[in-house]
């Protein structure tokens, strides 16, 4: 049984692009988070999301950021007109219950030029 | 708000114990967690505590809890050079509301010197 897998490892994108970061959950995962390490510090929640729904989105900020998790394929966390200060580490992770102690990713590295 | 603090460093020599101390302000927390970063890599869960617990022992890993003092603590016994890596400890909402949202310190790098 695989991991979270999360791709790319490493993403680099120019201020104004956009960048789409995938994450697929473990097998009978159905709860999806995604959360972002700035550096030098600890993980801050973005977005809770069970297949087709968003159930948390408290820690996503108000504008260029979306996620979804669709019925079908990975979950998807998407940067619309990317800044340098979105550049950080995104970790996703699942579980099959909505509770924590769950499986992370390795992560996407997002750099922004 | 919620808040979890942890000291920023902690330097060992291999063969010694090392002590990891976070402070929590949620008292309504169901469970506390410990997990392990290593360089480049994603966040691999050591351990977790019950709010109801005050220690919990898994191999050369020691959690105490100080629930009035909202105060975790991880101790690694025998620390090796392996066990160099960034500590974080979370902790999850409330009983019934809980959704699995985790709420992270900013991590404790251990180096442990041979």
């Known amino acids: 049984n695989a991991g979270v897998m999360q791709n790319p490892r490493h993403l680099v994108r120019r201020r104004g692009q956009e960048a789409r970061l995938r994450c697929s959950p473990m097998k009978g995962h159905s709860h999806v988070y995604w959360y972002r390490q700035l550096p030098e510090e600890g993980l801050k929640f973005m977005v809770y999301?069970?297949?087709?729904?968003?159930?948390?989105e408290s820690g996503m900020p108000k504008e260029r950021f979306s996620a979804e998790f669709p019925k079908e394929g990975p979950s998807i966390l998407r940067i619309q007109q990317v800044v340098r200060g979105d550049s950080a580490a995104y970790f996703c992770?699942?579980?099959?219950?909505?509770?924590?102690?769950?499986?992370f990713g390795s992560g996407t590295r997002l750099t922004v030029v | 708000g919620e808040d979890v603090e942890q000291s920023l460093f902690l330097s060992v020599r291999e063969g010694d114990s090392s002590v990891i101390n976070c402070t929590y302000t949620?008292?309504?927390?169901?469970?506390l967690y410990w997990y392990k970063q290593e360089p480049g890599a994603g966040l691999q869960l050591l351990t977790y505590i019950f709010s109801n617990m005050d220690m919990k022992q898994d191999q050369r890993l020691t959690v105490l809890l100080n629930k009035k003092d909202k105060h975790l603590s991880l101790r690694i016994a025998d620390t090796q050079t392996g066990d160099s890596a960034i500590y974080f400890c979370a902790e999850s909402g409330p009983p019934g509301g809980n959704t699995g949202k985790l709420i992270f310190g900013q991590g404790t790098t251990l180096q442990v010197k041979p």
């Open positions: 999301l069970q297949k087709e729904n968003i159930i948390d």
């Open positions: 992770a699942s579980s099959p219950r909505p509770e924590g102690g769950y499986t």
């Open positions: 949620d008292s309504s927390s169901t469970y």
